[in-house]
């Protein structure tokens, strides 16, 4: 059963002012808060087939809004009112730091889980100083999306650097096959789909945003040639300028229907594209490569979702036994079958019979394997608005890159004060 939830029924079906306590004991109903569903089904198709085999133990579905940054307010506030409302969390990769410093999870037994299983970026997104509070359940990588028919006819590669992306476009675009596309596009609307595109630019180019020293880095030559890929992507055309508006729906759209030679985006776009219904014109006419970089192969941002036990949730025995249920081989090959979900085993992605179905796993796989996570902060939420503010002022031309990258620094810095 799905249940749609706004904060005050949230705090009001569960009790207020529980203990908190790390054991994980007690068996019995669980609540299951996660991000409203996407029209896959998914999550009430897994909820129904564990309801179906644990009767006495029973998990009802909790749909937080589609905003992720909705879902993270949501979970904060029940935490802070130490609420029993939600047991097992379904929490973004990037807000793990912040959860298990403050203690609104409960840090998980290793000994219970193998995590050599799953691909270590994914796993590593869980720990926080040395302990598992999570197990992953969903990764993401980006790729590159080309027009393969274009580029056969051009007589090109796909790029591995963006200075061969360029000339790749020049002489696709001069195609008349190509008449009225552009070349490529991400996602740079100020919100944190930016946020990972600014990312990836940064560690294409060599630079960082966070370092292992948990300090900004971002006012260096590095994050400049990065910013400045984008910057003057937009300046010279290379990026349409409506580009400045695209999410992900409209990034895919786009390239979808034909108007771009490339695009950035997650694996989840591939099933959309490969529709034969009309509503894809490029069906059977792309296909994915690594992101490129600076000099080399690109460095996607790390996406991907951990499931982690409330502090304050009941029955935390049968949250455990849930959370191995959901993160298990059998379900991730579901979720990639239903809803295009990239696993975090790496078991799936060698699957021959798998990659037969799904041909960019291996692509995806290594873009896993060497993507960087975004800042692992405790105060994630407003690192990632200064970020989207300067980004966003500098690839619409209100700033400098160098400007915006030094305002950056300086806000990044006065955050990063004990």
Same mark, same amino acid.
């Given at each position: ?119 270590? @970026?994914? %796993?590593? #997104?869980? &720990?926080?100083?040395?302990? /598992?509070?999570?197990?992953?359940? *969903?990764?993401?990588?980006? =790729? ?71 300090? @900004?880095? %971002?006012? #260096?030559? &590095?994050?400049?040639?990065? /910013?400045?890929?984008?910057?003057? *992507?937009?300046?010279?055309? =290379? ?88 993160? *298990? ?90």
């Amino acid at each position: 059963m799905i249940s749609s939830l706004l904060l005050a029924a949230a705090c009001g079906n569960g009790s207020q002012n529980s203990q908190q306590s790390d054991k994980l004991e007690g068996r019995g109903p669980i609540t299951f808060a996660t991000g409203k569903d996407d029209g896959s089904g998914l999550n009430p198709r897994i909820v129904d087939e564990w309801n179906r085999t644990h009767p006495q133990e029973p998990v009802r579905l909790i749909e937080l809004p589609a905003s992720g940054d909705d879902q993270r307010q949501q979970m904060i506030q029940n935490a802070q009112t130490k609420s029993d409302a939600f047991t097992v969390l379904d929490l973004d990769n990037v807000w793990m730091s912040e959860f298990a410093a403050n203690r609104w999870i409960s840090p998980l037994p290793k000994e219970q889980f193998d995590t050599s299983n799953f691909l270590r @970026p994914n %796993v590593e #997104t869980a &720990e926080y100083r040395g302990r /598992l509070f999570a197990v992953p359940h *969903g990764s993401d990588g980006a =790729m590159l999306y080309f027009r393969k028919d274009l580029l056969a006819k051009a007589g090109v590669a796909p790029p591995k650097t963006w200075s061969e992306m360029q000339q790749t476009c020049a002489k696709v675009l001069a195609l008349p096959e190509a008449a009225g596309m552009s070349c490529y596009t991400g996602q740079f609307e100020k919100y944190e789909g930016m946020v990972a595109n600014f990312a990836e630019a940064v560690h294409s180019a060599g630079g960082e945003i966070v370092g292992d020293d948990g300090k @900004p880095h %971002v006012n #260096t030559p &590095e994050a400049k040639r990065g /910013l400045d890929f984008l910057v003057e *992507g937009f300046r010279s055309g =290379m990026i349409p300028k409506e580009a400045i508006a695209f999410k992900e729906a409209e990034s895919r759209k786009a390239f979808q229907d034909g108007k771009l030679v490339f695009t950035r985006w997650w694996p989840a776009q591939w099933a959309s594209l490969s529709k034969t219904d009309g509503s894809s014109s490029v069906a059977g006419k792309f296909d994915v490569a690594p992101l490129p970089g600076l000099s080399g192969p690109g460095v996607s941002s790390l996406g991907g979702h951990n499931l982690a036990i409330s502090a304050y949730g009941k029955n935390k025995a049968t949250a455990l036994d849930f959370i191995k249920f959901r993160t *298990g081989e059998q379900q991730q090959k579901f979720a990639l079958d239903l809803a295009a979900s990239a696993p975090s085993l790496a078991s799936v992605y060698d699957d021959p019979a798998l990659q037969a179905k799904y041909p960019y796993l291996p692509v995806l796989k290594d873009s896993i394997t060497r993507a960087e996570p975004r800042p692992r902060v405790i105060n994630y939420g407003e690192m990632t608005q200064a970020i989207q503010d300067d980004a966003y002022r500098a690839l619409t031309g209100d700033k400098s890159s160098q400007q915006a990258l030094a305002d950056m620094q300086s806000r990044l810095e006065q955050l990063s004060k004990p």
